[in-house]
């Protein structure tokens, strides 16, 4: 299985509409269409969908080298409402040893006005999928 | 409209199945059964599903003292992989001025295991909603 | 040599006059008075002398099992500014697996009241010290 | 008073041997020799010491605007350990509304090696310093 594959196989990610672009060695990209079942209840993105868009393009990243990674830690930072349109998730990753990886994930709207700044921390578990 | 109208209309909890059972000042638990279409690639909740959960449960919290308040900062740790059964999220505020307030969140399973904790730091804009 | 003999080579907290009041499995307990040199630009506890003082807590509690355990992440909410008084840090495990660990520290004044809370996320790196 | 004379007046920073090297709108660069007195347990930079480094700069980029701001929630990833030589932090700001603020801090050795990256929040107080 190549990360693609495994990144096809996430059913949530699915449910939200969320679509992986772009995937390289530890860089990707994906995007999400506001829908109106991302809203919260003053009729913003929620949220869990921002954060769900970056943490699969995180997760396409860091599984990127061939053996599963999986995040211990997330912090966001939620930075401009959004209530429709298209999100890009561009990860990048800022560090990575045998065990332990970093990435910074931005979320911009189709302006390229950031919208929240998402930063992991993902555990190499070592195996292969 | 009270907090547990607003909390009512998030379309993205209610497209998750989370629901809302107790919500006081600076406190609130909040469920959701964990699905198929929860699960990522490697079959177990996707972290922005539990995320949403604890994100939710903190709006209740944070918005229970009758003015708007959004989340600006979130951290959370996930600690152990779910991948079925029900999931519950419990918020205490931990801080609050005029303008901040802190929130934790513990998400456990049906056995009362550490599933993620999440920490939050929300702005509070001052209207009533 | 064990871990009151480790964190008693910390040259950094020795300047800092921070003193470690209690340690076992997974907990501990310390102390810093502030003094004019903690202060920054504004008068108050500059938040690097906060987070030391949570930091170095954490590494009593994260190294109390015997074996070597390092920060990776950390995540600090300050609370309420101080400026004066003594403060103190009480660190808890709320997870442990063979590589990973979790910990809160929540640092208070005097009277009780908090100052900051501290999150951590330590990688066991299994030797010991 | 500008800036540079708030920064002047912490007395941590001075402490820890910290000199602002340059700051301009929402920009600051800082740099600081690890010495002796830096130095945890295990004979490496403490986590305080990296942090107030960080965060010194952050509130130099943070007040660069004429008006007071506060840190209230900030995120540390420790990379690589340190033991001597020269570190570098470079703050930028990502975003900025008239009470909060976003930045993100880059911690480098003399060879341009990642060594730590913060992320933080500043709430904006609004009155001049």
Redesign the interface.
Known sequence: MNVRE???????????GIELLEVSEGKAISKMEIR???????DI?????I???A??TL?AAANSHGT?A????????????ASKGMLYAKASE??RTS??A?Y?VDITNTDGV?IA?Y?G?A?RRGET?
Not at 6 to 16: C, E, H, I, M, P
Not at 36 to 42: A, K, S
Not at 45 to 49: C, E, L, T, W
């Open positions: 495994l990144l096809g196989k996430d059913r949530f990610a699915r449910l939200l109106d079942e991302h809203l919260n209840g003053v993105a929620q949220g869990g969908a954060f769900t868009l943490d699969f997760a599963v999986v995040v211990i830690n997330a912090n966001i930072n939620f930075i401009k409402a800022t560090s065990r332990i970093t910074v950031l700044e930063h921390t555990y999928f």
